[in-house]
């Protein structure tokens, strides 16, 4: 039984981890927890299970405990079982998870405080266990139960700020008496105390001379009203810090600093950082201390090649600068820092950190104290050309380095053409590739490159012009950047509102197209042309006359009209659009009524000619301001956009306008159908010359059936769609609903989605069959929504609760020829079972099941739940033989044998990853209910 308990916990885990949801929406939070703790109590169930099942309290804590009142009765009950085990220097494993539990739970629940008993108990049991001086009697095990418990009470006072600041004195005798790994935890522990402590006396604005060495003489109970009442943030590190005054004396501490800083190269690169951005703190906070305590550490960490370690250096650049760093000290980091970015020996994310660090450096003395990008300015046009990037770096460094350059020559660009220049060729190196059809990385590189150089170096009009004309020659080898070219102007608009350049390249293609000839124009490039075109007429400033006489030039074309589609004619009507919201509409008034007029009588589309038709109506009887009015998209907030009932939405925008609700409670269910056993008993009796003439060779016939893919392998799950009992009356009526199936992982082939014509409340429910196509066999869950429509004629979307694929549900009869008899299945039968001996393959697999059942239990057993899988029935000898196929190809063999109360099953299978699932199905049919 005890081994039972433990599979099924064990179970119980992987699913909870799975879906936490899920889970606790067939059974409650409480039910489980109490599964948890009996189990832990239990003996007989093994460590690792315990500790699997420990784990969930670190990962899920309010999942579990949900009210404070079950996350101290379970904190209570997991200290119990912890004093337990305190006399076993074996389970220390399980002792450590136990601490991270309770400590997890009482913080994530918001109950560590000094009125709840767990919370007093467990910060007296981690205090008693970091002061005990016993490592030699317990050894290693010591050693582990002492490190989680330090890192339970580091966790406790970054959480709750000075609540171990009045146990200064004994955490620094700990820290200094010990001796083996546990050293880095307790200076680490003792430095973030002490941070704590004397940050809190800045808060309180202390004044007492001697008020930092009494705190590093206390040795009393725990602070816990300090740290409930303190607002201190000790995860962020700020430069708001109040200062102690300079009268405080504080040559105890800086004693204590010095050692500490001394000794920081025994402890690893990423709690080296952790202490001095511990230490950086206290330094910043106490007046009386200088910086120049950290300047015997600088040597070495200059030299450093952990990027932790580093970060410290800049955190002491960015704290105490010229307090502590000479210029000539600078120099060395910029040129560092430029070193780095480049190292052959470096990732690509390093590197760029690197870069990043040089965009937001700590200066002496900073020109700018904005907290955009800006280059350090020792950082020189001649050290940043060695970032210069090339054509073989990936985009992210090929951008960041742009980005530093442009900056760079942006500061001094009065002596950096060349520069200027070298980037201009870079970018035609760019050019380039993407004229050889490079891919679509060079490409967003190359355009993202040209919005960094427009950015920074607009000044440039040589260059700029430069690039008008590159843009040009690109675009008419490739008209499918049609889209890049027009977010890019878009772009560049949004950050430079007064620039000309993206007015110049849009007249540079404007010209460029219209002066295409129309005959014999390829469609795809043509849409292209209208889409530059339609952005091009969004422009007051450019002059339209050109425009419109390609469109009379191109309406003209009777072949045009006669094969365009309806999304050309549309794109055609989107400039037409844009040309009646023009500033100058008086210029092209004439011509536009012409071209709208043509439109209306040449296009082929119905819609297209009502359209046109319409907008000469409107440019012939409104004003410019009521046209205005009536075609403007709209005011907009909240990024969104507003019609008005009298706003003409565009073509374009009349999909981007239709909105789906999103109802958040679910509505509908799907509830599994009820399984009819209509299978016939198998009776031995028949049989037929079919059967004599195939005699052994019924496996050979069988397995032939399998030549074809998508033989059997289709598994039909009937549901009942209906609504929830929580279902909203204002849905009582819902059509068009499509049901869409999301898998959680790759079981199955993608399933169709489902159609049901309508559904009302209070008639008989709609039966959907599921069609899966499995690739393995496991039980899954599938994410199900619903999309349908109201009876106002709203669309709404519903998410369902996810569905489960049970393993059972995937059982099918054994996909035999309907000619074949009982006989020739029995004889397949012991074929199969011959065949699946474990000898012959690794993949198949045998087993012995024994279950405590009744004799009646067992027939009712055998009859209600595996009639349809029958084979063969001996009523006298209480034995059966059944047989589950399961889609792609594989097989479970069963015999069923009963005597003397035990029900005896024995398997095989030419699957042996099958047993597990098979294992639990077993058990769950044979409670009786």
């Known amino acids: ?70 996350s101290e009765t379970t904190a209570l009950a997991l200290l119990e079982i912890f004093s337990q ?14 601490l991270l539990a309770i400590t997890t739970i009482l913080i994530s629940t918001d109950c560590f405080k000094e009125d709840i008993k767990p919370a007093t108990d467990l910060l007296e049991l981690l205090f008693q266990i970091v002061s005990e001086q016993n490592d030699g009697k317990q050894g290693l095990s010591s050693r582990h139960l002492k490190t989680m418990a330090c890192d339970c009470l580091w966790e406790l006072e970054c959480c709750y700020p000075e609540l171990l600041s009045t146990k200064l004195e004994p955490l620094h005798t700990l820290q200094q008496l010990a001796s083996s790994t546990l050293y880095q935890k307790y200076t680490l522990l ?18 007492s001379v001697s008020v930092i060495k009494d705190i590093l003489s206390h040795n009393e109970g725990f602070s816990w009203k300090s740290s409930e009442e303190s607002e201190i943030s000790p995860s962020v590190f700020t430069k708001g810090y109040r200062l102690l005054p300079s009268t405080v004396e504080s040559k105890e501490l800086k004693s204590i600093l010095s050692l500490l800083l001394e000794e920081s190269f025994l402890l690893t690169p990423v709690s080296q950082s952790i202490l001095f951005h511990n230490l950086i703190q206290i330094v910043t906070m106490v007046y009386s201390l200088s910086p120049v305590i950290f300047k015997s550490q600088l040597l070495r960490l200059f030299g450093t090649m952990d990027v932790c370690l580093f970060i410290t250096v800049l955190k002491l650049k960015g704290a105490f600068t010229e307090s502590l760093f000479t210029t000539e000290d600078e120099n060395f980091l910029v040129k560092r820092l430029s070193g780095m970015s480049q190292h052959p020996m470096l990732s690509n994310p390093l590197k760029l950190l690197y870069l990043d660090f040089l965009l937001h450096f700590p200066e002496n003395r900073p020109i700018s104290s904005s907290a955009e990008e800006s280059p350090p300015i020792l950082l020189t046009p001649s050290i940043a050309t060695l970032l210069f990037p090339t054509v073989f770096h990936d985009s992210s460094t090929v951008l960041s380095r742009l980005t530093v350059l442009c900056l760079v020559y942006l500061e001094n660009e009065d002596e950096d053409q060349k520069g200027i220049n070298l980037i201009s060729d870079f970018m035609r190196s760019l050019q380039k590739i993407v004229e050889n059809n490079g891919g679509r990385e060079v490409t967003v590189t190359f355009f993202r490159s040209i919005f960094l150089f427009v950015k920074y170096l607009s000044f440039c009009s040589k260059q700029m012009d430069s690039l008008v004309t590159s843009l040009a020659e690109l675009y008419q080898k490739h008209y499918a950047l049609a889209p890049y070219i027009i977010d890019l102007i878009n772009n560049i608009q949004l950050l430079l509102q007064d620039s000309v350049w993206p007015i110049s390249l849009l007249q540079t293609l404007q010209h460029l197209i219209v002066g295409l000839p129309v005959n014999g124009m390829d469609q795809q490039a043509l849409k292209q042309h209208l889409k530059v075109l339609a952005r091009v007429a969004k422009e007051d400033i450019i002059q339209q ?21 309806w999304r050309m004619g549309s794109t055609v009507l989107s400039v037409c659009r844009n040309l009646l919201l023009h500033r100058d509409l008086k210029a092209i008034f004439l011509p536009l009524g012409d071209l709208l007029q043509l439109i209306s009588v040449q296009f082929e589309d119905l819609d297209i000619r009502d359209h046109a038709r319409f907008y000469y109506m409107l440019l012939t009887s409104l004003s410019s301001e009521k046209l205005a009015r009536i075609l403007s998209p709209g005011s907009t907030g909240n990024n969104t956009k507003v019609h008005t009932l009298s706003t003409i939405m565009a073509e374009s925008e009349i999909f981007s306008s239709l909105t789906v609700q999103f109802l958040e409670q679910p509505l509908l269910q799907l509830v599994e159908c009820p399984e009819v056993e209509v299978a016939s008993i198998p009776s031995s009796s028949s049989s037929s010359a079919a059967d004599v003439k195939l005699d052994t060779s019924y496996r050979q016939e069988y397995e032939k059936q399998f030549a074809d893919p998508e033989f059997a392998s289709t598994v039909v799950l009937k549901y009942y769609l209906t609504f929830t009992e929580a279902a909203d009356h204002q849905y009582d009526k819902l059509f068009s609903i499509l049901l869409r199936f999301e898998q959680t992982d790759s079981t199955f082939e993608p399933i169709n989605d489902i159609s049901v014509h309508c559904l009302f409340q209070g008639q008989k429910p709609c039966i959907v069959s599921l069609l899966l196509h499995p690739r393995q066999v496991s039980p899954s869950f599938l994410n199900v929504s619903a999309i349908f429509t109201t009876k106002e004629g709203f669309t709404c979307h519903n998410q369902l609760k996810p569905l489960q694929i049970r393993f059972p549900d995937l059982f099918l009869p054994l996909p035999v020829p309907s000619h074949w008899s009982t006989v020739a299945k029995q004889k397949l039968f012991d074929q199969l079972w011959e065949s699946f001996s474990p000898s012959l393959s690794n993949d198949y697999g045998e087993s012995l099941c024994c279950l405590q059942v009744g004799k009646d239990f067992f027939h009712s057993l055998v009859y209600s739940k595996l009639c349809r899988f029958l084979i063969d029935v001996q009523h006298g000898l209480d034995f059966y033989k059944v047989l589950f196929f399961l889609a792609p190809h594989c097989h479970i063999l069963l015999t069923l044998s009963w005597s003397e109360e035990t029900l005896s099953v024995k398997i095989v299978t030419d699957n042996w990853k099958l047993l597990p699932y098979l294992n639990v199905f077993l058990k769950d049919i044979s409670v009786n209910d």
């Not at 973030?192 to 006396?201: D, F, R």
């Not at 030039?553 to 006669?562: E, P, S, T, Y």
């Open 1 to 70: 039984m005890a081994a039972n308990s433990g599979d099924i916990l064990s179970q119980h885990v992987a699913e909870f981890h799975f879906s936490p949801s899920l889970f606790l929406s067939r059974t409650s939070a409480d039910t489980f927890l109490s599964e948890i703790l009996l189990n832990l109590r239990d003996y007989r169930i093994s460590e690792s299970i315990k500790v699997q099942a420990l784990s969930l309290f670190a990962e899920f804590p309010t999942f579990l405990c949900q009210t404070s009142e079950s």
């Open 85 to 98: 085990l305190s006399a076993s220097t074996k389970s220390w494993n399980l002792q450590v998870h136990l």
């Open 190 to 207: 003792f430095s973030t105390v002490l941070k704590n402590a004397i940050q809190g006396l800045a808060h309180r604005q202390e004044t």
């Open 545 to 565: 006359k050109c425009t419109v006489d390609f469109f009379l030039r191109l309406i003209g074309n009777i072949d045009f009209c006669q094969l365009s589609s």
